[in-house]
C-alpha cells in the first residue's frame, strides 16, 4: 500500500513538473523573442550591405531591362457645323469625336504622315493614337516611341494631316487645334526607383531570415546540451 501510494505521489509531481516545464517554456519562447529581435539588430552591418547590394542589383536589371521612350501630346477640340433653320445638321460633336479616335489609327491618316516623314508606315500607326477626354468633345492625340527623331516628325505632321482628312476628304467642319504638339518629353518603361526600393527590401528579407535561422540552429544546439 505505502508503494503505490508513494508511486501515485511520483505520478503526481512528475505531471506537475510537465506542467511547470510547459510554463516555463513559454516563458523562455517570449524571452528568447526578444533576445532573437537584439540579435538580429546586433548584425545590422551585414542587414545593411544585404540592402545596398540587393538594391544595386534592382537597380541594374532596372537599367538593363528599361527603355527609353520619347512621347508629345497635342489637342483638338471637335465641332460641328451651326444649325440652321433651313439646314439640318444629323452630326453630334460628342460622337465624331470618338469616330475621330478611330480615324487616327486608318490608313488615311497614316499613309500621309509616312509618307510626309518617310517613316514606315506600321512605326507611324504604332506611334499614334487617341483618346477622348472624358465629358468634352476634346481629342487627344499622344505619338510615342524609343526614336525621338521618329516623334518630333510625326508630331509635327500629325495635325496637318488630321486636318485635311477630317476638313477636305471627308467634308466635316474644321478642327479647332486647342493645343499644339507639347515639348517631347522622355520616361523609362522600367523604374528604376521602384527597383531600387524592392531590392532594399528583398536584401532587408534576405540577410534577416539567414540569420534568423542562425539564431534558431544555435539555440537548438544549446538546448541539447543543456
Sequence with gaps: MPRRQAENIEKKNQKERRVMSQKERVDLIEVDLLDMCKYILSKWVFILIGMVVFAGAGFGYAKVKSV?????????????PKTSDKVLIRDNAGDLAYDYQKL????????????????????????????????????EIKVKSDDKDDVKKISKEVLPVFQKVVQKDLGRNKLVIADQPSKIKAEQTVSTKKFLAVGAVGGFVVVAGVFFVLYLVDLTKKAKRN
Design 68 to 80: 527609353t521612350e520619347y512621347s508629345s501630346k497635342m489637342q483638338v477640340y471637335v465641332t460641328v
Design 104 to 139: 487616327i489609327k486608318t490608313d488615311l491618316i497614316v499613309n500621309e504622315i509616312a509618307k510626309k516623314t518617310k517613316i514606315e508606315k506600321d512605326d507611324v500607326k504604332d506611334a499614334i493614337s487617341a483618346e477622348v477626354v472624358d465629358g468634352t468633345r476634346l481629342l
